[in-house]
């Protein structure tokens, strides 16, 4: 909800070690009151920062809500889903220095602010997620570039990546975001991770469909043309929908692990999770 989780390596997985409320790390970001939720779907390292992005995006309560035959004619704005921010780390990254810095979080300096008016992104800002409404769920920092992933919108079946310049570390231009066009076979970009001289992007639905989701690595140009990345893989279709990816070795070698938005029970067992590991990031 308004919490990130720091995780220790603890024989060959992953154990909770600490708990960080998020308004302790950026005070005054909306929804407190109410606990309303974060929805933080991105997180990256650089440089001993740890860097976090909201959704940003608008939401309609999920059918089931008003009765399972009835959909919900209200819009919600979610200010509380507007964090863009950085925090320092420290003890080998076990640890933040508070307090972060983070854009505004609504009004001049925003980062929905500074994209309203393009051509391109200002017909969806009113949308909700899920519905082409604009929805940020992917974050790499790159050669002093912050590169924000957009689930939606995917306009005429192309997807959107956002790269805002970084004069010093930890520093954001305020200014409006170059866009990049990729063709991702229709969908959106639900993670970003640096790998190689480029990044992964995984792609899926900007609904909430079982598919197809898949996998491809990316080498920004610049250019105002459609950029068609290298396509690694396909997810099957099913309960497990791949919602994060991070490079990691494990045992001297390099792979991506994948954890899952899922209703795929046998992935939960009391308070573990498991998440799967490939010990090759290229095409099988």
């Not at 740890?50 to 979610?78: E, F, M, N, Y």
């Not at 863009?84 to 300096?109: D, M």
């Not at 939606?152 to 066009?181: K, N, W």
Request: net charge positive; charged share 25%.
């Amino acid at each position: 909800m308004r919490t990130i989780e720091c995780l220790a390596p603890v024989s060959g997985g992953y154990r909770l070690m600490r708990t960080v409320e998020l308004d302790s790390l950026f005070p005054g970001l909306p929804g407190k009151e109410a606990g309303q939720e974060a929805d933080i779907e991105s997180l990256d390292v650089a440089e001993g920062c740890l860097w976090l992005c909201g959704s940003h995006a608008l939401t309609r309560r999920a059918q089931g809500k008003l009765g399972r035959d009835r959909v919900d004619p209200k819009i919600r704005k979610r200010p509380s889903r507007r964090l863009l921010g950085w925090v320092a780390l420290g003890e080998n990254g076990g640890a933040v220095t508070t307090p972060g810095q983070a854009f505004a979080f609504k009004g001049p300096g925003s980062l929905r602010a500074l994209v309203r008016d393009d051509p391109y992104l200002a017909p969806f800002m009113d949308l909700p997620s899920k519905e082409n409404g604009f929805d940020i769920e992917g974050l790499a920092v790159v050669r002093r570039k912050l590169y924000l992933g957009l689930r939606g919108p995917v306009i005429d079946g192309i997807a959107i990546i956002l790269a805002m310049s970084m004069p010093t570390q930890g520093s954001v231009r305020p200014a409006p975001p170059v866009l990049h066009f990729l063709d991702l076979g229709g969908g959106g970009v639900r993670d970003l991770t640096r790998w190689q001289d480029g990044m992964l992007v995984l792609a899926g639905p900007v609904t909430s469909s079982d598919a197809p989701f898949a996998l491809f690595h990316w080498k920004p140009q610049r250019t105002g043309k459609i950029q068609k990345p290298r396509h690694l893989r396909e997810f099957p279709a099913g309960l497990d929908h791949p919602e994060g990816i991070c490079v990691l070795r494990r045992e001297n070698s390099e792979g991506l692990v994948v954890v899952y938005d899922t209703r795929n029970r046998t992935r939960t067992a009391g308070t573990r999770y498991r998440a799967d590991w490939f010990g090759s990031v290229q095409a099988p």
